[in-house]
């Protein structure tokens, strides 16, 4: 079993930034690929951006140029730097992990973009 923690959400102002963690923990896995997803209110989620074990990534137009996804491999923890936050922003931003156990999902963290 994998857990995933989600962490680094809350409110910011537009134009402001974040950065948020996720960080898997557990034992007799590997991880082949993370992703970050997010759901905004009285939305389906979404595919944000993700990363593959060896560098790999895939971001939707939607936060290009202003999102960063990055991969520490040592520590199984994946990172999302937010730049130029907009309201459209806001969501519910969940962690995915595709390990050699399965895939798991983490329970979310809130992001709010508002002045």
């Known amino acids: 079993q994998v857990q995933l923690v989600e962490s680094g959400g809350g409110l910011v102002q537009p134009g402001g930034s974040l950065r948020l963690s996720c960080a898997a923990s557990?034992?007799?896995?590997?991880?082949?690929?993370m992703a970050w997803y997010r759901q905004a209110p009285g939305e389906q989620r979404h595919h944000v951006t993700s990363?593959?074990?060896?560098?790999?990534?895939n971001v939707d137009d939607s936060v290009k140029g202003r999102f960063t996804i990055s991969r520490d491999n040592a520590k199984n923890t994946m990172y999302l730097q937010m730049n130029s936050l907009k309201p459209e922003d806001t969501a519910v931003y969940y962690c995915?992990?595709?390990?050699?156990?399965?895939?798991?999902w983490g329970q979310g963290t809130q992001v709010t973009v508002s002045s």
């Open positions: 990363i593959t074990n060896t560098g790999s990534t």
């Open positions: 995915k992990a595709l390990t050699t156990t399965g895939t798991y």
């Open positions: 557990g034992s007799g896995f590997s991880i082949a690929a």
